[in-house]
């Protein structure tokens, strides 16, 4: 009895050593590789990246475990050794959810219950260690009410507890656990995020601070999607991180997104191409880098808003060419932030906004 006490009374004390080792990270040049963007993982360029996430696992709708689509399972449990091979000391994140507001309610329910917790979170564990992962990323897009953000507090706690002692009775190093969270209250609101237990549980967030002014919201003029400056005080990629730092969240658990895609405007006149010029015929879609270029279009960076934007004729895109990546890692290192991660790898151009980004860290 005497021992057992003993033992208890040692149980936080090994979570504090470990809560040492578990955010020792020195950087983070992230990269989340879509299954669905047609590039196999084989033929990712891993040496510019330290972390690759593979995404998305999804949710039993009835059981709330984690699962993996059929049709992606063989291409997810071989993921980590294709991309160990060009680079064999990245790791990988097994990524879970993702942009799909079925998901968000099925987060939303999973999260309410303690018994469909520990589903989810041992499904997780299981998941990840079948299939080589050396990490965990939660996806829920978005907590959107205070219930929402007491269970994901709920959640994250206990799924650090798992993975802690899941480390200790299987001696393998802890799994990561990370979340891709909204970056402005433009996207999502932030109050709904459970601020101390994300310090506490994850070994870091990739904030994402894009997609903040899209065709959709601005249809009738050209945006900088995902400025990382706004002075007309509306939101930014600084504005998101900084409230994220005011919330409590340290600046080096944050990566910053960098999007990998644009979006596209028509514009009113050819020969009116700048920001906020009058435009049309709104292509809600993302485009992709590689697109972009693909057409040789005429490239301007502005410096205000740190922004590149495209024309070709009347075609118009507003999206992050090398200027607006190595300025945005460079605000990125001397914010004291962790580090960056990109939606998504397979959308860059013969891998250059990978190596501008990788080679503007050092
Ligand atoms: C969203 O997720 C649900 C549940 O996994 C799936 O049935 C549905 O097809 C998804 N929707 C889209 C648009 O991908
Ligand atoms: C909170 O939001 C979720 C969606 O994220 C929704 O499913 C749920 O019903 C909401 N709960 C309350 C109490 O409003
Ligand atoms: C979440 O739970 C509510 C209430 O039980 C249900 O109506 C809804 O369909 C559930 N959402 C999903 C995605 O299963
Ligand atoms: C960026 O664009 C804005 C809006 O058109 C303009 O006022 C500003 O001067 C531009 N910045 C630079 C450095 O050209």
């Known amino acids: 009895m005497a021992d057992l006490r003993k033992l208890l009374?040692?149980?936080?004390?090994?979570?504090?050593?470990?809560?040492?080792?578990?955010?020792?990270?020195?950087?983070?040049?992230?990269?989340?590789?879509n299954s669905e963007g047609g590039l196999p993982a084989s033929e990712i360029q891993s040496s510019y990246y330290t972390h690759l996430f593979c995404a998305f696992a999804s949710l039993d709708p009835d059981t709330y475990e984690v699962t993996i689509d059929p049709s992606k399972a063989s291409q997810f449990s071989s993921f980590t050794q294709s991309v160990q091979?060009?680079?064999?000391?990245?790791?990988?994140?097994?990524?879970?959810?993702?942009?799909?507001?079925?998901?968000?309610?099925?987060?939303?329910?999973?999260?309410?219950?303690?018994?469909?917790?520990?589903?989810f979170i041992d499904s997780s564990i299981q998941l990840?260690?079948?299939?080589?992962?050396?990490?965990?990323?939660?996806?829920?897009?978005?907590?959107?009410?205070?219930?929402?953000?007491?269970?994901?507090?709920?959640?994250?706690?206990?799924?650090?507890?798992?993975?802690?002692?899941?480390?200790?009775?299987?001696?393998?190093?802890?799994l990561l656990l990370t979340a891709a969270v909204a970056g402005s209250d433009q996207i999502s609101p932030l109050e709904f995020?459970?601020?101390?237990?994300?310090?506490?549980?994850?070994?870091?967030?990739?904030?994402?601070?894009?997609?903040?002014?899209?065709?959709?919201?601005?249809?009738?003029?050209?945006?900088?999607?995902?400025?990382?400056?706004n002075p007309t005080g509306l939101f930014s990629g600084d504005e998101g991180i900084s409230k994220w730092i005011g919330s409590g969240v340290p600046a080096n658990k944050l990566a910053i997104g960098l999007p990998f895609y644009g979006y596209k405007w028509t514009l009113e006149d050819p020969n009116n191409g700048g920001?906020?010029?009058?435009?049309?015929?709104?292509?809600?879609?993302?485009?992709?880098?590689?697109?972009?270029?693909?057409?040789?279009?005429?490239?301007?960076?502005?410096?205000?808003?740190?922004?590149?934007?495209?024309?070709?004729?009347?075609?118009?895109?507003?999206?992050?060419?090398?200027?607006?990546?190595?300025?945005?890692?460079?605000?990125?290192?001397?914010?004291?932030?962790?580090?960056?991660f990109a939606w998504s790898v397979e959308q860059d151009n013969n891998w250059i906004l990978s190596e501008t980004a990788s080679q503007t860290w050092g």
């Open 85 to 119: 091979l060009q680079n064999p000391s990245v790791k990988t994140l097994l990524s879970i959810g993702g942009g799909n507001s079925t998901l968000s309610s099925m987060f939303s329910n999973m999260s309410s219950s303690a018994t469909t917790r520990k589903s």
């Open 9 to 33: 009374f040692l149980i936080p004390s090994l979570f504090s050593v470990l809560h040492l080792f578990f955010s020792s990270e020195s950087v983070i040049k992230g990269g989340y590789w």
């Open 193 to 229: 995020y459970p601020f101390q237990d994300i310090a506490n549980s994850f070994n870091w967030i990739n904030v994402m601070v894009y997609d903040l002014f899209t065709p959709d919201g601005s249809p009738d003029k050209t945006q900088p999607p995902a400025p990382l400056r």
């Open 275 to 340: 920001l906020f010029a009058p435009a049309t015929n709104p292509n809600a879609g993302g485009v992709s880098y590689k697109d972009i270029m693909g057409v040789s279009p005429k490239v301007s960076y502005n410096s205000t808003y740190v922004t590149n934007y495209a024309q070709k004729g009347s075609d118009w895109y507003g999206y992050d060419d090398t200027q607006s990546i190595s300025a945005k890692v460079s605000y990125a290192k001397q914010k004291g932030l962790l580090g960056y």
């Open 128 to 174: 990840a260690r079948d299939n080589n992962f050396h990490g965990l990323d939660l996806d829920w897009e978005y907590p959107s009410n205070n219930t929402d953000e007491t269970n994901y507090g709920l959640l994250i706690n206990e799924w650090r507890s798992a993975i802690e002692t899941e480390s200790i009775s299987s001696g393998q190093p802890a």
